[in-house]
């Protein structure tokens, strides 16, 4: 650009200047600062800032998680960035410092932009996934996005954020570095430690990710759950005897996490550490609520039984029917006790399968007591 080819052009005749000293006189010289005054580096740099932090701005602002275009980035070492508010975040870091652009004596100011991008990526990850888990998603235009993402989308956002921290504490970095090679090495240190605070910064929204699609295919799971409800229905006042099976809604509690943990999107774009967290978490959660169900069943049910046996008690005197003689046969409760054992013990083995054996543990626990 003009602005550089005159300091290549003021260079020259500051290599004849035998010392420091000459060259600040000679810097000093109206002549020289009137030349200077044809550049105004302060609104050169207000264009390009409203050129780089608009292009994000736009893009976050729009209401659905957009698809990347044309998501390489060319370097070979980092994976296709597969949404477009990840891209853009990318491309709009590295305009700061492309030689084309780059104007050391506003490095200072281009490095502020660039943590500033971070900054404005994370805040925007970071408060639609804390707004979904509030449920205040939608009293706020700026996070519908979140409401519209499903658990592929979810997958998009770990990717990208595993990619750009990886690129932004890594290639990015000695980038930066270079550009800046000429600054003492106390300044080289402070960039390096802000840019590597602003690349962590996006590791730490991951887990609010594996969370959100946590929640939704535990949700799913919890359909299937709500056929718990029905056990009582199965065994109280109706002679059955003891089950000997676990229920048939059992086998399918699960296999949501299951499906999306070994679908394409998942081992594609989520590392081995976040599909096994996944299913951890998934599992867990998914058998909490079970023993939750359960619990309160079981409870609702010794309550009735109790009840049941006071009428009955009453009834007996009323008649002058002795009852110092217990009932020995098996009670309804203890039925559906049995059946939620059976059910837990199986729910159990799945998650051993799927080598999540902490989640059904809990559970078996209330069922056998």
Request: with cysteine.
């Amino acid at each position: 650009m003009n602005y550089k080819s005159s300091l290549e052009f003021l260079a020259h005749p500051e290599g004849y200047c035998p010392s420091r000293s000459a060259v600040a006189k000679f810097q000093a010289e109206v002549v020289y600062a009137e030349f200077m005054k044809r550049w105004n580096i302060g609104v050169y740099f207000s264009l390009r800032f409203q050129e780089i932090a608009g292009a994000l701005d736009s893009a976050l602002a729009a209401t659905i998680l957009v698809p990347a275009q044309n998501s390489h980035s060319g370097h070979g070492k980092l994976q296709d960035l597969t949404l477009k508010q990840s891209a853009v975040l990318l491309e709009s870091l590295r305009s700061c410092w492309r030689e084309d652009a780059l104007i050391i004596s506003c490095s200072d100011k281009f490095l502020h932009l660039s943590l500033q991008l971070l900054a404005r990526f994370s805040s925007w990850l970071f408060s639609g996934l804390a707004a979904r888990k509030t449920s205040n998603a939608g009293s706020n235009s700026a996070y519908e996005w979140v409401l519209s993402a499903v658990p592929d989308d979810f997958v998009y956002i770990i990717h990208g954020i595993t990619c750009l921290a990886t690129e932004v504490c890594g290639d990015y970095l000695d980038h930066v570095l270079q550009c800046l090679s000429s600054c003492s090495a106390d300044t080289l240190d402070l960039v390096k430690q802000s840019i590597l605070h602003g690349g962590e910064s996006l590791d730490d929204i991951s887990p609010l990710a594996i969370n959100a699609i946590i929640e939704i295919l535990v949700d799913k799971a919890v359909e299937d759950l709500g056929l718990v409800k029905g056990i009582t229905a199965t065994y109280r006042m109706t002679n059955k005897p003891l089950p000997i099976r676990y229920s048939p809604y059992v086998s399918g509690v699960l296999r949501p996490l299951k499906a999306f943990s070994d679908g394409e999107r998942a081992m594609t774009y989520l590392t081995k550490e976040s599909r096994n967290e996944l299913l951890l978490g998934g599992a867990t959660d998914t058998t909490s609520r079970h023993y939750e169900w359960a619990a309160e069943l079981v409870s609702v049910a010794r309550k009735t039984e109790s009840s049941l046996e006071r009428i009955r008690q009453g009834a007996q005197r009323r008649a002058g029917a002795s009852s110092d003689v217990s009932d020995q046969s098996v009670s309804d409760t203890d039925k559906i006790c049995m059946q939620l054992l059976l059910d837990v013990q199986q729910e159990q083995v799945i998650s051993f399968i799927m080598g999540n054996h902490l989640g059904g543990i809990v559970v078996s626990m209330l069922a056998i007591q």
